[in-house]
């Protein structure tokens, strides 16, 4: 009688001891290779927060359905224990050592533009030109990757408490083509102008 191995090999067995001992080696492998194949995988399923390029406010509902549409200060975190704080140079950042620039899909107001959106001063914010026109994303673009991913972002309303979106997604990208979303937010709204909201990344 002859029992062929997992490498391909034929042995041969003569009695049942032989059969039974076979048996054993050939689970022992089989245990033992597995094993060590799913410590591996193990290692992978546990990745934590990633860094992006670029990171995007994909707003779907707005809480104004007709007015001028905007907000204020939009600030991204790689330190929870930093939330609100916007008072250096590139304060959106808030991300350790980084710059970037902030673009929305519409043109802003004077004296309401997208820059002012991130400019580290909670007292203005973009405003979109058209009363009630689309603004369906705001995005920051890191000069450079940052080596800390954004842990957490503030969303401050504009002038007035309906100038502040209502439901988004925050996503991120290293080629603002293929997008992840990080986080997602239904339901929201402001109570005053000029109010502060944070979000911690699940």
Same mark, same amino acid.
């Given at each position: ?23 054993? !080696? ?9 094993? #060590?194949? *799913? %410590?591996?995988?193990? +290692?992978?399923? /546990? ?59 519409? !043109? ?9 959106? #991130?400019? *580290? %001063?909670?007292?203005? +914010?973009?405003? /979109? ?74």
């Amino acid at each position: 009688m002859y029992v062929r191995k997992k490498n391909g090999k034929l042995v041969k067995i003569t009695t049942w001891a032989d059969v039974l001992m076979e048996q054993q !080696a050939q689970v022992q492998v089989s245990v033992g290779g597995g094993g #060590a194949g *799913g %410590d591996g995988g193990g +290692g992978g399923g /546990a990745s934590g927060p990633v860094s992006y390029l670029f990171y995007q406010l994909n707003i779907t509902v707005w809480n104004d359905p007709v007015g001028y549409r905007g907000c204020g200060e939009w600030a991204l975190y790689d330190d929870v224990t930093n939330l609100g704080n916007v008072t250096t140079a590139n304060g959106q950042l808030n991300v350790t050592g980084e710059t970037g620039t902030i673009t929305a899909n519409k !043109a802003g107001l004077a004296g309401a533009l997208i820059a002012e959106a #991130a400019n *580290g %001063d909670t007292t203005d +914010g973009f405003i /979109a030109t058209n009363i009630g026109s689309e603004v369906e994303w705001i995005r920051f673009e890191f000069t450079v990757k940052p080596a800390n991913p954004v842990l957490a972002y503030s969303i401050w309303s504009a002038n007035a408490a309906v100038r502040y979106p209502n439901s988004w997604t925050f996503e991120g990208s290293d080629d603002g083509i293929a997008w992840t979303v990080l986080d997602t937010r239904s339901g929201e709204t402001a109570t005053l102008g000029q109010q502060q909201h944070d979000f911690v990344i699940p």
